[in-house]
Every structure is written in C-alpha cells, then in structure tokens.
C-alpha cells in the first residue's frame, strides 16, 4: 500500500473513533477568590458561570458570571464596580460573627461578609468609590408563631447586611427580599444586572 492510501487508513479510523473530548472547562486563577472550590463549571457562550456555595465569597471579572442557587434564609450579597466591570458575591448564612463560637468563616455572616468581599474585590482591581450594592434573599421559609417573629432568620439576615453595608459607604441601590420563595441570583459583570429566577414568581432583573 502506497503512504496516501496509509493516510486515508488512519484518515478512516480517526473518524470512525470521534475526535477526543476536552476537558471541563476551570476557571482561571485570576477569577477565583476567597472561598472558592475551583470546581468544574457551566461554559455558556464562551463566558464562564461560578457558582457561589453557602458561606462562600468569590470575585470575578468580565466576562465571567457569578451565581448562587437556591437561596432561602440566606442572603445573596452583590457589589459591582462598573469601571473595571468586577463584581462580587457574598452568600450569607447568618446574621452575626459575634455569636459564632471558633468560626472564622467572615463570609459566612452578614456583620462580616460586606467588608471580606470588599477587600477581596480592592484586591482584583477594583475602585472603591465605585462599588454599589444589590442584595436578595432573606426569605421566611419556615412558618412561626406570631411571638417568635423576632426569630425569622431571614430579616435578621437582611438587616445586618444592610447595616455592614452602611458602615463600609457602599450604597444599596436595589433589593429583592422577603417573601416565602427561594430564589437563584446571577451577577452579570459586564452591567452589573442581578438576573433573580424563583418557582412559581417567575424571573425579574434588578
């Protein structure tokens, strides 16, 4: 056999077999900060979509999505400097660090969450006088007596995000809070849209 019909032989087989999968797509290092796992991620239109765990923070840039899903009591934390298109998310479990016993987590409670994502956001570039705020979350998902309103985790999660928000000057410019329905948030860093998806309530954009 001649080397072009060698050619055409190995031509048939490659074929026949599929070209070789390509790995999950990761994000680079440049797009991962505090709190993030690194874990393989959804590739929509050539622009990556991180997903945000509970009690994680990370920081991103465009043209790079953050996401958190399912959020209930807790509180999704977004703050977005449109100059140098980098956006933040903060996914807060519970109100307050003072009365967390050997937690370190900052980005686990409202009081502390606001001042880590700024921190992490300074860090990437971002400029301070900058940065607003949208936040969502903070539903009441569990049915309570009329005395136990105090407890509803949800507000208490709202309010101390708000006030780390006052004290860091960074101004809240939209929420979508309250209510008892989860609700899934993507941060878009190109505009600084938080796109909200809930069952039931349908889809909004603050």
Do not use: W
């Amino acid at each position: 056999m001649n080397l072009d019909g060698r050619l055409d032989e190995k031509t048939k087989i490659i074929k026949k077999r599929g070209a070789p999968s390509r790995p999950p797509r990761r994000a680079p290092a440049s797009c991962l900060k505090a709190g993030a796992s690194g874990g393989v991620l959804s590739v929509t239109n050539d622009s990556l979509v991180i997903t945000v765990g509970i009690a994680e923070l990370k920081v991103a840039r465009f043209p790079t999505t953050l996401s958190v899903i399912g959020l209930g009591s807790c509180i999704g934390v977004c703050l977005y400097d449109p100059a140098t298109q980098t956006g933040g998310i903060a996914h807060v479990m519970l109100p307050e660090l003072i009365k967390a016993k050997g937690n370190v987590n900052r980005a686990k409670f409202g009081d502390t969450a606001v001042e880590a994502l700024l921190e992490e956001m300074l860090k990437t570039g971002a400029n301070k006088g900058g940065v607003t705020a949208k936040i969502a979350g903070g539903a009441h998902m569990f049915h309570l007596p009329e005395e136990r309103n105090s407890m509803k985790l949800g507000e208490r999660n709202a309010a101390a995000v708000k006030l780390a928000l006052q004290k860091c000057n960074i101004m809240l410019t939209a929420e979508d809070t309250g209510g008892q329905h989860g609700r899934t948030i993507l941060l878009n860093t190109a505009t600084g849209c938080v796109l909200i998806k809930t069952i039931n309530y349908g889809e909004k954009s603050i």
